[in-house]
């Protein structure tokens, strides 16, 4: 995963089985004025499009069924690796948009989503800044949601360890540690859960706080919490 300078448009890879829907995609995107989103690589296999340049996306926007395989599982094992995962799908359902938040997909939108809500989503995302669309909202009816991953890397943060230490502790599918870069990810889109809410937490102390009154973290778990330790 990177990030685009300033000023560049955020880059995209397109995981999508449809011609009619990746045309249309990009399409949207030559639309926009500003240009702020470009489309680097697109296909239907996970391995083939993250394979080549779209490795380097900012965003992966992945459609949950290609080649009539549904491929919900997928996106934990993308989060882990550190992308930013925008789910772009007619599978609308409460429960399969809280499957794939609690997976650690960024943002959920459906196909009968407008240009400019695609737009500014994939933006918002590529910028870490918390942004809720209608299906996540309906999908989202109890709360706040982290996933598995966001969890265990905030009661390490809370635990006092830095972004290396919680990296080292946790582990991808094939058994090697996720990056420094991916622990951060995790623990910035728990933040952006919560100011997508209305209740931002800016510090880790007001973070810790709002796990706690949400349940999401229990107190004896964290009992070497240092409030200001890196």
């Not at 680097?40 to 080549?52: K, Y």
């Not at 996540?136 to 966001?150: T, Y």
């Not at 990810?185 to 931002?200: D, H, L, M, P, Q």
């Amino acid at each position: 995963m990177a990030s685009s300078p300033l000023g560049e448009p955020v880059r995209i890879a397109l995981i999508e089985d449809t011609d009619v829907v990746i045309e249309g995609v990009r399409a949207w995107l030559a639309a926009d004025p500003a240009g702020r989103v470009a489309v680097v690589a697109t296909g239907s296999s996970i391995e083939d499009v993250l394979a080549g340049p779209g490795a380097s996306a900012d965003v992966v926007v992945l459609d949950l069924e290609l080649d009539g395989v549904m491929v919900t599982d997928r996106v934990a094992e993308l989060s882990d690796l550190g992308y930013r995962v925008v789910v772009f799908s007619v599978h609308v359902k409460p429960l399969v948009v809280q499957a794939v938040m609690n997976a650690g997909a960024c943002a959920f939108l459906d196909k009968r989503t407008e240009r400019e809500q695609f737009v500014d989503t994939v933006v918002a995302v590529a910028q870490d800044s918390p942004y809720v669309t209608p299906s996540m909202a309906g999908g989202l009816l109890q709360g706040v949601q982290l996933s598995d991953r966001e969890r265990q890397a905030l009661q390490y943060l809370f635990q006092g360890m830095d972004q290396a230490s919680i990296a080292r502790r946790l582990r991808k599918s094939d058994g090697q540690p996720v990056s420094a870069t991916t622990v951060k990810t995790y623990i910035e889109r728990a933040r952006a859960k919560f100011a997508a809410a209305g209740r931002n937490c800016k510090s880790n102390f007001a973070l810790l706080a709002r796990c706690v009154e949400d349940g999401l973290i229990r107190p004896e778990e964290i009992d070497d919490y240092r409030p200001g330790a890196s």
